[in-house]
C-alpha cells in the first residue's frame, strides 16, 4: 500500500550545533541529526550544507524529498515577518540575511522562518499539561531565548519583530552582553554566563572541586561544572549555583510580572539538572512575581521534548497556520468606536 | 429638545487624589473635578466619598444621575476581571477588596473597574497619532505604570491578571519597592524615587541650587525640584536629571524589547517636563533596546490628554465592550491542530 502521508521538515540552527529532524502528521520526530554549527564559514556555505543535509536525513528515513511538504527554520534571530529575512542574530554575527532565498537556491521548497526559542515554545505548548494553555517557554543554552504562546499562537509582539526574554537589562549596566547591550537577562541566566560565573568562582578558590571537574582546565568549564561540584558538597561550587539560580528566577519573575502566562516551560541544556534546579528555581522566582502569594505563580516544568523541540517546532511551522498574535503593521484601525457601544 | 445622550462617567483613584469626571458619547470630558485621597482612610469611608462625589459632579454638569449609563473605575492595582475586585494596590495598602459591591451600596448602576494605568492607555490609544495603533502607554507619577493596546484592546496577560510593567527588576536585588520587592523598575523611575533621587544628591552637595528651590527644606523637595534647578544651570541637579532619564529609558528599552509596540506615550506628572524629559529619554531609550539601530525605536510621544486620560479611560469602560486581549484563563483549547492542515 502506498504511503500518501505528508512530512515536514526542521532544522535547528543553534549556537554550537544545527539539528535536523522530519515530523510525520502527528508530530512524531521520524528521525533527527545534529552537524557542528561551524559558526564563522560563510552564511552560503552553512546555509548550502543546512540544504544538503536535510534531503540526506530525509532520505535516510526513507522519506524522499518529494514527500517533504516543506521545511521550518528556527533562527536564534530577531526574523522579519514580510520578507522572511534574519534580522539579527547576536550569537551567530548573521545581520540582515536572506536565510529563505538562500536556501531555496539549493531546494525550491517551501521554507518557513521563526525564531528557534519560538519554535521550541510551539512544539512544547502542545505537549502534555501545557496544552490549550497560554504558556511562556524558556530555553536556556548559549543564550536565554523564549516564545510565549497565547490563544495557541506565537506572542510576535505589537510589530510582528518578536519578542525577545533574553535582552531586557536585569542588572542596570551590568555585563557586557553579546547583542551590545548592558546588562541583560541573558547575560546572567545563559550558559554562557554560568561558565562565566563558574570560572570567576574557581579563580577565587584554588581547592574548590570545580577544579576536578574540569581536569584542572578553565577552558573545559561548561556548565555543568558548578552543578556536579555542588551535587557533591562543594561549598564554592554551591555559591555558583545558588547565585545562579537567584539570576534565572529573577529574569522568570520578570517576564511573569508581565505576561502572566498559565504555565511556565524551561528547555534547553540547563533542564538536564532536573529537580536540583527546578525545585529552588520554583521557590525563588514565586518570591520575586509582583504581587508574590496573591497572584499565583504558574507551574514551572521542565519541558518534554528536550533538545527535539526545536526541530519539532520548526517543523511545525509547514504544517500550522502562519499564526501571528496580532495585526500586522498598517492593519488599520482596530480601536473601538464610542459609537458602536454608546 | 429633550437631550437623550448617554453619559458615562469615570474615576481615577490616584496615590494623592482621586479625580471625577463625566464623557459623553464624542468621548469629549464634560467636567472633571478632584479631592485628595485620603489614603490612610477606611475603605469604606473612601468609596462612600467616591460615589456621593461622582453623583455630584454630574449634577453640577447639569446631568441628572439617571443619565449616566455606568462608572468606570481606574484602580492603581491588579484587577480580578472574574470578580471585580481590588486584588492588591501597592500604593495605596489595598488588598483584595471588593470595591464594585461597596460603590454599589451607595448606587445601583453599572459599575467596571480596571487598572488606572490601563483606563489611561485605552483613551490615550484613540488620540492623534497613536489612534489605530498598538501603544505602550507609561504613566509616571507616584508609581511606574502602564497599558498596552495591542489590536485597540487592553493587554491582559496570560490568564487576565493584567501587565505590570513596574514590577520587573531592573536592578538585581536594588532598591526596596512598595510592592514587597526590590530593584523593580518603579523604585528608580517613578516620581517617588526621583524625589528620593534628588534627596539624595542634595545631601551630598549642600550649595545646590536644589536646595533654594525647595525653601531648604528636604521634606519639601518634589518631582520638579531637580528638574527646575538643572534648567537654571545647576550641575548636581542635572546630574539627578540625566541618571533619571537613564533609568526611565532603561525601562522603557526593556518593556519595548518585549512588546514592540508601533508607538510609545509616556503621561502622568512627569510628562509636564515636556522635551526636555522627552528628547534625552528618545536618545537613551533608542539605545538600549535590543537590536538597536537594526529594529526601530517606536516614536516616544507626549501624552495628549494629560492628567485627563485616567479619568476619560475610566468612563470608556462602560462604553467599549470588555475587551480582554485573550481567551479567559478554562476557555478551551486553542492549540494548533496538526489534523487541520496536515
Known sequence: MENTNKYYAGIDIGGTKIAFGVVDENRKLLISRSIP???????????????DTVKIVAADAGIGSDRIA????????????????????????????????????HWDIPVYLENDADCAALAESMEGPAAGKNVLVI???????????????????????????????????????TCGLRGCTE??????????????????????????????????????????????????????????????????????????????????AISAEGDYLLEPLRKSAGSRIYAAGILPMPPLQKARLGNDAGIIGAALLGAVPPSPSVTPAGGGSTAPEMGNAG
Open 187 to 268: 547575560a546572567y541566566t545563559s550558559v554562557t554566563a554560568l561558565i562565566r560565573q563558574t570560572r570567576e568562582k574557581m579563580e577565587v578558590h584554588r581547592d574548590s572541586l570545580m577544579w576536578r571537574e574540569c581536569g584542572g582546565d578553565l577552558e573545559k568549564v561548561d556548565g555543568k561544572t558548578s552543578f556536579c561540584a555542588a551535587k557533591k558538597g562543594d561549598a564554592a561550587a554551591g555559591e555558583v549555583v545558588r547565585d545562579y539560580i537567584e539570576y534565572v528566577s529573577a529574569g522568570i519573575a520578570n517576564l511573569v510580572s508581565l505576561f502572566r502566562p498559565q504555565m511556565v516551560i524551561i528547555g534547553g
Open 70 to 105: 516543506g521545511v521550518g527554520i528556527g533562527v536564534p534571530s530577531t526574523v522579519d515577518p514580510k520578507t522572511g529575512r534574519v534580522v539579527f542574530a547576536n550569537n551567530l554575527g548573521w545581520r540582515d540575511l536572506d536565510l529563505t532565498g538562500e536556501f531555496r537556491k
Open 37 to 51: 554549527a561551524g559558526a564563522g564559514r560563510p552564511f552560503e556555505v552553512i546555509v548550502k550544507e543546512m540544504a
Open 139 to 177: 530555553t536556556i543554552g548559549t543564550g536565554f531565548g523564549g516564545g510565549l504562546i497565547l490563544n495557541g499562537r506565537i506572542f510576535k509582539g505589537g510589530d510582528n519583530s518578536g519578542f525577545e526574554p533574553g535582552h531586557s537589562a536585569l542588572v542596570f549596566e551590568g555585563e557586557h552582553c
